[in-house]
């Protein structure tokens, strides 16, 4: 438990030249691999199904048409299912002060040397704040008076993710106790951004470029959709699909013919690479995650660095990619048969189907 606390701390904490998703990160990381196979494995529906899944990924490299990117990339399946096991082995006990301590070694990283917190860029240390603000808040005050120095940060960096993750958790909110002003909240954001050219002005570069890459790698899944490009394959195969948003707006974005990097949303890049075959297994196995996930700071964690996989890479970056595989770990400590498993399905299937067709009764 300490070597693990260890080496998420220096993935964190690094030297400026060493910034965002680079190699040194992921070597400090990959050290994690070496306790495989120290850990113990509870071999249940969970881990079967994430073998399953990391046996497709495997699979599709063999059609893709860039095996050496794509092998080069399936290093951090390796480090991220090794840190799975780890959060179910070890727990979130640490986390409570593991990750306070890499909160406010990135803050005084950037009041010393600056570099965003050795990420390199803004956004990156945003995604990573955003996802451990959940341990800092109601546990103490020095806690809540790192929170606060947090939210100052993120207000005084030029990345408006955090503005996109406020506004998703105040739809979740609104989902959750009152569906129908949903529609409002959705539209009175669109009437700003129509009415307001400063607004617009603000957010329109992030915005297009994303709905530029959205559509252009859906035409790239529509090639293949049932088996994908093949794992690692995205930026091989982008040029091809590159000018297919001009039938929309001829607006450019990203460079044609240049890689792309990543789409920015790591649920429609899985869908590219590896079909919809992929992204049902990995569907699958957060299902069975979900289903019996108590609400904790975990939870929230996971819940927002899902949120953000919508609108970024973190999946796919060693910092937050670490945080969020481990705490995915955590949330499924127990073990659970496949019977079991099954049962959590139906009866998750059952209560939604209930609460949402039959209204409750009030008490008198």
Same mark, same amino acid.
């Given at each position: 438990m300490l070597a693990s606390s260890l080496f998420l701390l220096l993935s964190t904490i690094w030297s400026p030249g060493l910034v965002a998703g680079q190699l040194p990160k992921w070597m400090v990381l990959f050290l994690i691999v070496a306790l495989l196979p120290f850990l113990k494995v509870?071999?249940?529906?969970i881990t079967l199904g994430t073998l399953a899944f990391i046996g497709w990924l495997a699979l599709s490299v063999s059609w893709g048409e860039d095996w050496q990117q794509a092998l080069h990339q399936f290093h951090r399946v390796f480090v991220f299912f090794a840190l799975f096991l780890m959060?179910?082995?070890?727990?979130?006990?640490?986390?409570?002060?593991?990750v306070p301590l890499g909160v406010a070694g990135?803050?005084?990283?950037?009041?010393?040397?600056?570099?965003?917190?050795?990420?390199?860029?803004?956004?990156?240390?945003?995604?990573?704040?955003?996802?451990? =603000?959940?341990?800092?808040?109601?546990?103490?005050?020095?806690?809540?008076?790192?929170?606060?120095?947090? =939210?100052?940060y993120l207000w005084w960096l030029p990345?408006?993710?955090?503005?996109?993750?406020?506004?998703?958790?105040?739809?979740?909110?609104? *989902?959750?106790?009152?569906?129908?002003?949903?529609?409002?909240?959705?539209?009175?954001?669109?009437?700003?951004?129509?009415?307001?050219?400063?607004? *617009?002005?603000?957010?329109?570069?992030?915005?297009?470029?994303?709905?530029?890459?959205?559509?252009d790698s859906a035409w790239m899944w529509l090639e293949h959709p049932l088996i994908g490009q093949g794992f690692g394959s995205f930026n091989y195969h982008y040029p091809r699909f590159g000018e297919e948003h001009l039938a929309l707006f001829s607006r450019t974005e990203v460079q044609i013919g240049h890689h792309a990097g990543a789409v920015h949303n790591d649920y429609l890049q899985l869908l590219t690479e590896t079909g919809l075959i992929g992204l049902g297994l990995l569907g699958g196995v957060l299902w069975l995650i979900f289903s019996r996930a108590a609400l904790s700071a975990t939870l929230v964690t996971v819940l927002i660095g899902g949120?953000?996989?919508?609108?970024?890479?973190?999946?796919?970056?060693?910092?937050?990619?670490?945080?969020?595989?481990?705490?995915?770990?955590?949330?499924?400590?127990?073990?659970?048969? =496949?019977?079991?498993?099954w049962s959590g399905v139906v009866t998750f299937f059952s209560d939604g189907l209930i609460s949402t067709s039959r209204p409750t009764p009030r008490r008198p």
């Open positions: 509870k071999w249940d529906a959060g179910r082995q070890f727990g979130d006990n640490w986390l409570k002060v593991g990135v803050l005084a990283f950037q009041v010393f040397q600056g570099w965003f917190g050795s990420f390199g860029n803004e956004n990156f240390a945003t995604e990573y704040l955003l996802m451990c =603000l959940p341990f800092l808040i109601w546990r103490s005050w020095a806690s809540a008076v790192l929170a606060g120095c947090v =939210l100052a990345s408006r993710i955090e503005f996109f993750a406020l506004y998703g958790a105040f739809l979740c909110i609104l *989902w959750w106790r009152y569906r129908c002003l949903l529609v409002w909240a959705v539209a009175l954001p669109v009437f700003i951004l129509l009415l307001s050219d400063t607004a *617009w002005g603000i957010v329109s570069g992030s915005i297009m470029a994303r709905l530029e890459l959205f559509y949120g953000l996989c919508l609108i970024g890479f973190p999946a796919q970056m060693p910092v937050t990619g670490a945080l969020l595989f481990y705490c995915l770990g955590c949330l499924c400590q127990r073990e659970m048969s =496949l019977s079991a498993s």
